[in-house]
């Protein structure tokens, strides 16, 4: 069976080599770190997604907001720079069925972001951590170059519509002006 680039889970980035003989410093991009060193088979792939590199064998730790990993075959500081900005992740299939009122942040991405009005005000198409929580970046449909990053918290969360692609969100009045 061939996978599709949906059924690609980014857990992670590149951020450059760590040390001279080739381990990787890895930007988490899940709740915790420690999710990533238990999966047994990962992938790194290109930003542009046209190259990637099956990871069977490797070992890590954990560090402030992500990982130092050790990937079979990387032996040196210059082959752990050609990977700098390329995506660590894993096929969907491999991942375990998120437990009642979990998701996985890849399900968020593409979504139709409105507000209780019925406010478009975009898709989502990343994710910051903002050490108090995780926001989702929402390039404005209508205005060229502009984006909102939203606090994706309960509070401030009307309802998540998987199935229906959209997440509503109830922002405090000023909000959007900011």
Known sequence: MMETADDFVTLGRVCRAHGISGALLIA???????????????????????????????TGYCVARGLIIRVDNINSREMAQTFRGWLLGIVRRHLPTPGEDEIYWADLLGLNVLTIQGRLLGR???????????????????????????????????????????????????????
């Open 28 to 58: 988490a991009f899940t709740k915790d770190p420690r999710f990533i060193l238990d999966c047994h088979t990962l992938e790194f792939r290109s930003p542009d997604g046209r190259n990637h590199r099956l990871i069977k064998s490797f």
């Open 124 to 178: 989502v198409a990343g994710f910051m951590d903002a050490g108090a929580g995780l926001l989702l970046v929402v390039p404005d449909p209508f205005e060229e170059g502009r984006e909102r990053l939203l606090p994706f918290q309960e509070e401030f969360l009307n309802a998540l519509d998987l199935p229906g692609g959209r997440l509503i969100f109830d922002l405090p009045p000023g909000f959007l002006e900011l």
